[in-house]
């Protein structure tokens, strides 16, 4: 009877130092993470990161992408820090490459335009607004009623584009259901065969569906890295973040 007892309680101390451990080594890999990224910023200047933006290991992670695959023609669904980062990576490389934004919030798209340009990228980055409109029913998926306004997106680009790395973190999960389903289906004719792809909070039910039928659209496999999910080049160097080896029990 002493003898379970212990052992109970040996097993409950052995999964709460576990937990403990893998904490502590997720918040060591975010702080690293972050400080890789501020190398491309100084001191005096602050990058916004709320409880609404896309995490900085995946950032890092799209950094890595576009620095060691030379990517030509990005697009990201959703403004926000990583919109930043990508432009100023683009300006320190002295890339041509074309980077465009999606962004359905005009106030915010404003207020990212006035920003970009107090940080001097603004000639990296083509920011386009378009609102949230009724979502064509070959771009949508199950109950999903909203997307960004396609007349808008169609207007854009001139067909010639061919994306070469797409990142998704956009519109907000709460706008419709499967709410960043249809960036995959109305960029298809547009994107590389091997283009990396990038889709933010996986661990929500949502968006870990939606990875599901990329899935089977693209005919590729996602893999999951956090709290994101990718589809990586395979003909290409591994560019996932370098991480940071966990400590023994």
């Known amino acids: 009877m002493i003898n379970n007892i212990k052992?109970?309680?040996?097993?409950?101390?052995?999964?709460?130092?576990?937990?403990?451990?893998?904490?502590?080594?997720?918040?060591?890999?975010?702080?690293?993470?972050?400080?890789?990224?501020?190398?491309?910023?100084?001191?005096?200047?602050?990058?916004?990161?709320?409880?609404?933006?896309?995490?900085?290991?995946?950032?890092?992670?799209?950094?890595?992408?576009?620095?060691?695959?030379?990517?030509?023609?990005?697009?990201?669904?959703?403004?926000?820090?990583?919109?930043?980062?990508?432009?100023?990576?683009?300006?320190?490389?002295?890339?041509?490459?074309?980077?465009?934004?999606?962004?359905?919030?005009?106030?915010?798209?404003?207020?990212?335009?006035?920003?970009?340009?107090?940080?001097?990228?603004?000639?990296?980055?083509?920011?386009?607004?378009a609102p949230l409109a009724k979502v064509p029913d070959n771009y949508s998926l199950e109950e999903q009623e909203t997307w960004y306004d396609i007349q808008i997106l169609e207007k854009t680009f001139t067909g010639e584009e061919k994306f070469d790395l797409i990142l998704v973190d956009g519109p907000f999960g709460g706008s419709t259901p499967y709410a960043r389903y249809s960036a995959i289906p109305f960029l298809r004719k547009l994107t590389l065969d091997q283009a990396s792809i990038f889709l933010d909070d996986v661990q929500r039910t949502d968006e870990a569906f939606i990875l599901k039928e990329w899935e089977q659209l693209l005919g590729r496999e996602a893999n999951i890295q956090e709290r994101y999910g990718f589809f990586k080049n395979h003909t290409s160097f591994d560019v996932k973040p370098f991480q940071l080896s966990k400590p023994a029990l």
Not at 32 to 44: R, V
Not at 48 to 64: D, K, M, Y
Not at 116 to 125: G, K, N, P, R
């Open 7 to 129: 052992n109970k309680i040996k097993r409950f101390i052995d999964v709460r130092v576990r937990l403990l451990r893998d904490q502590q080594h997720q918040n060591q890999q975010v702080l690293f993470n972050d400080s890789q990224l501020k190398q491309l910023y100084s001191e005096d200047c602050f990058i916004p990161f709320s409880g609404w933006a896309i995490s900085p290991s995946t950032i890092l992670h799209v950094l890595n992408d576009i620095s060691i695959n030379k990517r030509k023609c990005i697009i990201e669904f959703g403004s926000g820090a990583s919109t930043f980062y990508i432009a100023k990576l683009l300006k320190v490389l002295k890339s041509d490459a074309v980077f465009y934004s999606v962004e359905s919030d005009e106030k915010w798209a404003n207020e990212l335009k006035r920003q970009l340009q107090i940080h001097s990228v603004s000639d990296y980055v083509k920011v386009i607004y």
